[in-house]
């Protein structure tokens, strides 16, 4: 009896103990979950920085000066001595077009005007020999040997033969115009190459036939390309256009040439935009910017892919943070502003204390802000940004060198943190977390 009594004893010891051990297992846990999460973050100390701001934009390849070339005269091609990727010299034999039917527009414009020539000839004896009637029938009347109806009647020979001088003339001056045209004509079967350079783009094939005007754009024949100076033709967009001016200085890279940036410099912008999608969500507004590149001897072909950064400004000595360390939060709201709320009276234009619609809607607005730690808590700051560069932002305002600024993780900076939660520093790895205490 003693033995079963001493063994429910213990039972009732052992099952208390476990009872409390329980609870305090509970307890722990409540209060383990009351505590504030710690946010593990990574900072970085404000500094002084050269901060240059860049415009990036992708275009392609193209040289500066290229010429392409068209028929001016219609016929079949019977000479074609330069292929694609040729080099010519100013004044070379690019195409001959087939000369035979202008050969014999110009020899029939010879046979015109010499024609009209002789008729001038003519005309012109015909001439003198009517005004020389005409002066001895005046010396006549004169004498009063003639009647007025015999001189009035020569008077108007003589003018008729004067007009025939005139339009003879004037035959000459056509037939002229008509050669000088049907040489131009047979001049425009040779075309030769206005410029030093490198056929880039041939179209025709010899006897092929080409058709042109001095109306009308001619049939395209081939391009001539000077590839010593090439330029990045590239769209930019147009909020960021505004930003970039002439003599701009940019880094150039041409996906053909991996690794490696060229230098250039902005010399055009265009001033009209180009637009795509127009009407629809995915329309986008863009200008062409063109940019003089430094080959660095390097052969660059005319259609290849580039990308740019325009610098567009540089400010040295001035207070940086990284650039994901800005974000936005939204500031206080109306009611919470002036202690607002349901049944809020509006009194048209100014509502509390003189205070506008417009002036609200500038309190709504977002903000920049950034937060620093202090004293084992994120700080919320709220800052003035300048320009920015690939990695840092100016801060013109709102931060004093040497604090600690949070520059990550992205999600704690852009989620997570708000101002006095708890965090924990931590520079030695690469991405934050989050904990329990």
Known sequence: MARNGKNKKKKIIVFSAIGLLLVVVVVAVIIGSNKDDII?????????????QVVEATGKIQPQTQVKINAEVSGEIIELPVEEGDSVQKGQLLVRIKPDIYEA??????ANLNRAKAMLVQRQADFRKVESEYKRQQELFKKGLISEADLESIKSTYEVAKANVDAARF???NAEANLSRAKEDLNKTAIYSPIDGVVTQRIIKMGERVSGSSFTQGTE?????????MEARVEVNEN??????IGDTARIDV???????????????ANTATTTGLG???EVTNFEVRLIINTEGEVFRPGMSCSAKIETETRKDVLAVPLQSVTTREKKGREQEFGGGDGEEDYGDVQIEGVTDRDETEKDKPQEVVFIVRDGRARKMPVEIGISSDTHIEIVEGLDEGMKVVKGSYRAISRELNDSTQVRVDNTIGRGGRFSN
Do not use: H
């Open 255 to 269: 996906d053909a040439y991996p690794d490696r940036l060229f230098n250039a410099t902005v010399y055009q912008i």
């Open 221 to 229: 024949i081939m391009t001539v390309s000077d590839l010593s100076v």
């Open 280 to 282: 629809t969500q995915e």
């Open 171 to 173: 035959d000459v001056q």
């Open 40 to 52: 593990l973050v990574q900072t970085e100390d404000v500094g002084r920085r050269t901060i240059t």
């Open 105 to 110: 527009q110009r020899d029939q414009s010879i």
């Open 240 to 245: 960021d256009v505004v930003l970039i001016s």
